[in-house]
Structures are given as structure tokens and as C-alpha cells.
């Protein structure tokens, strides 16, 4: 049949189900995304974005940009004049989402089930309520000044001003009527139909510049992945306005070391910073702001890179991303693999949920610069810079890992800390996802200083070993949000499906 990994152990339920069915990897993905949506709405709502990489039988694979662009009619001159950096909160950075369009674009890639079936145990779930998780109480926690000022959001995540704790029932009512509703109509609904006039209404009563036509002329990309081969494992992710080249470039930079389980946290912990640079000088929307990723991705010039540079600070960052995304991953027996993500940017995104159909806006926006000339330049009708990055690993033409992580701009560093230990056949896959894992950065890991911050049951030499000119080092609780939570499946001996779902989360990975 096949195997199911996500944060939340209901979104598993929800994939497996699929699969009992009569469904693929693909209608797995899907139920699974659309009930991370009602458990998880701190970290991805109908109203986000996400990536995709769909690996098909045969050894071909289609990436899945489901991010939308800012509104045609957006002032940029007015939002210059009010903001010194885009607002993290509010009507301004919110996009067009593009988490519907994209479902709807994995789907047409060779789902079995209708909509009708695959949203039905989400829809569910949002009416008749679910247990508030830890995680969903903590984000509620960190963020409840700005969820506090939204109507919506003040009425759904607290009772009487104070928020909902875990193991609490969250209902969704209206939420509930949004899922069915776009089952029964068809998921384009959300772009031009009923659910898109009143999305629009809302928005627009707060101040945001997005029109019916912003929504109505959104479209999903569907084109080739992003490849990195190394000797006869083939890496795929998704490209920019994607930072999936940053792993890319770290382990073309490291060659096949960097696949080791037991590799060298420092030269990897180099090689990345090196590829974050180059995400903080190019990434942005390629259509407006291209990415020399054959220059990127070429080893010779990444070697002689790295020895002319030493250990750079990469202390540049643009707004902060808390990791408020969620990876689902899916494969099945046929060879039918799915790595997707999904996102509200910041937890609750915009802190804006749309009373009528129960939506929650991200604020992706929020990544933009303001700054003329800036690859990831705020303008009309573009897309922001993305942190998300899903990711495959092909073995010659079949698919041997489908991979994921929550994380913010940390993704490539957690994605190139388990990758070894994944690709390692005599390495439990549970052991690779609860081992202790590092992370460089500052405001993206609640550090107010560039700061590597590694897990308190990480050997002593970790910290010796991981240092940079500029980084203060920290340690902080093992098994931290702030490291990341990953989803992992591979391909064990004679065919047979491994599945893992990271500690850190509250979920469970299931083989069918």
C-alpha cells in the first residue's frame, strides 16, 4: 500500500485512511495536508502557500509552487512611507495564498480519490473539534498579543480572553462549512467563487490592496525539480522562489561527504553558511530577480569558494521565518512518492482569521525588503522569497527517501543533519530524527544575535566544533521546535517502506 508521515498523529490517521481507500501516495499527501489544517493552524492554513516535489514512477518527478504574488493594485510608495520593514502582522503582508491551488495541482498529478473524500475526515474534524496539541497551546502562547487584536482569532483560540490550553476542543465551524463547500464545488472556488468574494470582503475591510482579480488570475506552477546528483543518488527540490539550492549548494560543495551519517558538523556547518549567503544576496521571485544557479551549483567554483573565505559570519538575514510550516510526506509500493509543504510564514501568519469561512491568512509578505534593488523587492503582482523546500532522493531512477522538515530558513541545515543518517540502511530511521541537531541563526530561532544554537544532549564537541566568527554559541532543551521537526520515509531492503515522524512534533508515521 504505502506510508505516511506528518507532524500530528490525526493528519496521519487522515493519509492512512487514503490509502485503505483505495488512494496513492498522492490522495495520502492531501488528506493528510487538509487536516494539518484544522490541528495545526499555527503553522498552515487554507489561507498559506507550499511547495511540493511529486516523484512519479519511472524516475520523473514534478515540482509544485503553490506561492501567490502580492496584489496588482499594491502601493508600494504608501507601505514605504509608513514602514521602515514590512509589517509581520495585519492586511499588508498578506499574499495571495496559493496552498488550495497547489493541492488541486499535486492532485491533477494522478490522485485516485475525489474531493468530496478527501477533505471529508478534515471537515470533520473541524466541526466536531480536536484536542488543542502542546504545539498549537505554545504557539497560541507565544503569539496571543497579536492574535488577540483579530476578531476571529480572539473568538476561536480564546475562551474570555484567555487561550486555549492543551488538550482543550477547538471547534471550527466555519472552517468546516469552507472545506466541504470547496469539495462539493471544486477547489477553484477559492479563487473565483463564492469562498474567493468573501475572502476578498474581509481583506479589503482591513486595508488589504487584493482585489477578486488578484485572486482570479492566480495560478499554480508546475515544472521540472531542482537536481543535485551525486555519484548515483540524485537530490530534487524545488527551485526559487524556493531556497531548496541552498542544501543543494552546501552538499555540492561538500561532495559525497556531505552524505556521511558521521560527517563533519564544521565543514558542513561552512559549507552552509556559504549557500545562505547566496540565498540573503539572490533569492527572491526569479521572474523578476533570476538565480545564477549554475554558477551556484558548481563544485569547482564552490571549492575554491570555500578555501579562499574560511568561516564567513553570514550574519545578514532578512525579516524573521519561526519554522511555523508543516512537511507531510508520502510513498507508496507503485513507487509514487510526495514531499509537501506547507506554510503560514510566521506563526498564525497574519494574525488575521476571516470570521465568515473560518480561513486564516499567512503573512509571507512579510519576507520582502523594502529596500530598492533587493533581490526579494516588495512590488505589484510578485511572489516573495520562500523558505519552504521539500525534498527526494533517487537512487538512479527509483525513489529511495522522501524527506521534509519544519523550520523556517533552517530547513537546509536540518534537511543536511539527518540526510547521512536516512540514506544510512543500518541506522533506525528513529534514531536519525531524535538524535540532537544544530542550528545557525538569530531573531528565526529566538536569538536576538546571530547565535549557533545546538540541543543540550549533543556531544561536548559539538559546541568545540561548531563555531564562526561572529556567532555567540547556546544551548538549548533537547528535542526543541527550534531545530526543526522532520518527516521521513525510505526504501529498505527488497521494496519495503520505512517511515519516521521526529519527536519534536506531535506526530506518528505509519506504513499501511
Not at 476561536?156 to 466555519?174: D, I, K, M, N
Not at 523556517?408 to 530524527?433: E, F, M, N, W
Amino acid at each position: 500500500m504505502g506510508a505516511i508521515a506528518t507532524p500530528h498523529a490525526l493528519a496521519t490517521a487522515a493519509g492512512a485512511q487514503a490509502y485503505k481507500d483505495g488512494g496513492n501516495a498522492i490522495d495520502a499527501a492531501l488528506a493528510a495536508a487538509a487536516m494539518l489544517t484544522v490541528v495545526y493552524p499555527h503553522q498552515c492554513a487554507l489561507g498559506g502557500d507550499l511547495f511540493a516535489v511529486v516523484g512519479l514512477p519511472g524516475g520523473e518527478s514534478k515540482s509544485v509552487n503553490g506561492t501567490g504574488s502580492s496584489a496588482a493594485a499594491l502601493d508600494v510608495a504608501d507601505i514605504r512611507s509608513r514602514f521602515a520593514t514590512m509589517p509581520d502582522s495585519g492586511p499588508i503582508p498578506v499574499t495571495v495564498p496559493g496552498l488550495v491551488g497547489g493541492w488541486q495541482a499535486i492532485h491533477s498529478l494522478g490522485g485516485r480519490l475525489p474531493w468530496t473524500r478527501l477533505l471529508a475526515p478534515a471537515a470533520r474534524a473541524a466541526r466536531e473539534g480536536v484536542p488543542v496539541s502542546r504545539s498549537l497551546e505554545n504557539g497560541i502562547q507565544k503569539r496571543k498579543d497579536v492574535l488577540l487584536r483579530d476578531p476571529g482569532m480572539r473568538a476561536r483560540f480564546f475562551t474570555e480572553g484567555v487561550p486555549l490550553r492543551q488538550g482543550a476542543e477547538l471547534h471550527q465551524p466555519e472552517l468546516a462549512e469552507t472545506l466541504q463547500g470547496l469539495a462539493q464545488a471544486g477547489l477553484r472556488d477559492f479563487y473565483t467563487g463564492q469562498v474567493a468574494r468573501q475572502l476578498v470582503k474581509g481583506l479589503r475591510a482591513l486595508g488589504s490592496s487584493l482585489a477578486e482579480v488578484d485572486f482570479a488570475t492566480h495560478r499554480t506552477e508546475i515544472e521540472s525539480p531542482l537536481r543535485l546528483k551525486l555519484g548515483e543518488l540524485t537530490l530534487e527540490t524545488s527551485p526559487p522562489n524556493s531556497q531548496g539550492f541552498v542544501l543543494l549548494e552546501a552538499l555540492a560543495a561538500l561532495g559525497a561527504a556531505g552524505l556521511h551519517r558521521s560527517g563533519d558538523p564544521a565543514s558542513l556547518l561552512h559549507a552552509l553558511l556559504l549557500a545562505i549567503e547566496d540565498r540573503e544576496k539572490y533569492l527572491g521571485d526569479p521572474q523578476r530577480s533570476p538565480v545564477p544557479l549554475d554558477q551556484l551549483l558548481d563544485p569547482d567554483t564552490l571549492q575554491q569558494r570555500l578555501r579562499a573565505r574560511g568561516i564567513g559570519t553570514s550574519k545578514r538575514e532578512s525579516p524573521p521565518a519561526h519554522g511555523d510550516t508543516v512537511a507531510v510526506c508520502s510513498l507508496d509500493n507503485d513507487g509514487l512518492g510526495v514531499s509537501l509543504i506547507q506554510s503560514v510564514f510566521q506563526l498564525f501568519g497574519s494574525g488575521i482569521l476571516e470570521p465568515q469561512t473560518g480561513v486564516i491568512f499567512h503573512n509571507r509578505g512579510r519576507g520582502f525588503s523594502l529596500n530598492a534593488g533587493a533581490p526579494n523587492e516588495l512590488a505589484p503582482r510578485t511572489r516573495p522569497a520562500h523558505t519552504l523546500m521539500p525534498l527526494l532522493v533517487r537512487r538512479r531512477q527509483a525513489l529511495e527517501a522522501v524527506m521534509g522538515t519544519m523550520g523556517g530558513r533552517a530547513q537546509p541545515q536540518i534537511l543536511a543533519q539527518i540526510l547521512g543518517g536516512v540514506l544510512d540502511p543500518h541506522t533506525p530511521l528513529g534514531t536519525t530524527l531524535r538524535a540532537p541537531r544544530w542550528v545557525a541563526g538569530s531573531l528565526d530561532i529566538d536569538f536576538p544575535q546571530a547565535t549557533i544554537a545546538v540541543e543540550a544532549d549533543a556531544p561536548a564537541k559539538f559546541a568545540d566544533v561548531l563555531t564562526a566568527p561572529g556567532f555567540k554559541e547556546a544551548r538549548i532543551p533537547p528535542l526543541s521546535e527550534i531545530v526543526g521537526h522532520a518527516q521521513v520515509i525510505r526504501v529498505a531492503g527488497a521494496g519495503r517502506l520505512e517511515a519516521a515522524s521526529d519527536p519534536r512534533s506531535d506526530g506518528e508515521a505509519l506504513v499501511v
